[in-house]
């Protein structure tokens, strides 16, 4: 089992900035790493960002790329997701979530490969 936390959602106006964060704990190891998505209301659960645990390589959703930054703390098994230039469009639940597949495969933004979610942390970006 794993188990996510996220958290550092808030309100922002237009063109500010937010850092998630998101703790993992459990059996992480051996996993493949971590992912965002967010889900609007009334709109499905989008790909935002993944990151591999080893930090080689990231995903990026096309509209946050340039404005959105994934990272991690391995010594504190803890993913980042830095979010610079919001816009009212990126209003959503923000949701972290783990590839559970074997280390090494290539990241992915399709979310039935995540077997584990956090709760989600709500971002507001007013205009």
């Known amino acids: 089992q794993i188990q996510l936390v996220e958290s550092g959602g808030g309100l922002v106006q237009a063109g500010g900035s937010l850092r998630l964060s998101c703790a993992a704990s459990?059996?992480?190891?051996?996993?493949?790493?971590m992912g965002w998505f967010r889900q609007a209301p009334g709109k499905e659960r989008d790909f935002v960002a993944a990151l591999r645990w080893d930090g080689l390589s990231t995903k990026y959703r096309e509209v946050v790329r340039g404005r959105f930054i994934i990272s991690r703390d391995n010594t504190k098994n803890t993913v980042y997701l830095q979010m610079n230039s919001l816009k009212p469009e990126d209003t959503a639940v923000y949701y972290c979530?783990?590839?559970?597949?074997?280390?090494?495969?290539?990241?992915?933004?399709?979310?039935?490969?995540?077997?584990?979610w956090g709760q989600g942390t709500q971002v507001t970006v007013s205009s």
């Open positions: 979530a783990a590839d559970s597949r074997n280390f090494g495969s290539a990241l992915s933004g399709n979310p039935l490969l995540y077997a584990y």
């Open positions: 459990g059996s992480i190891s051996g996993t493949n790493g």
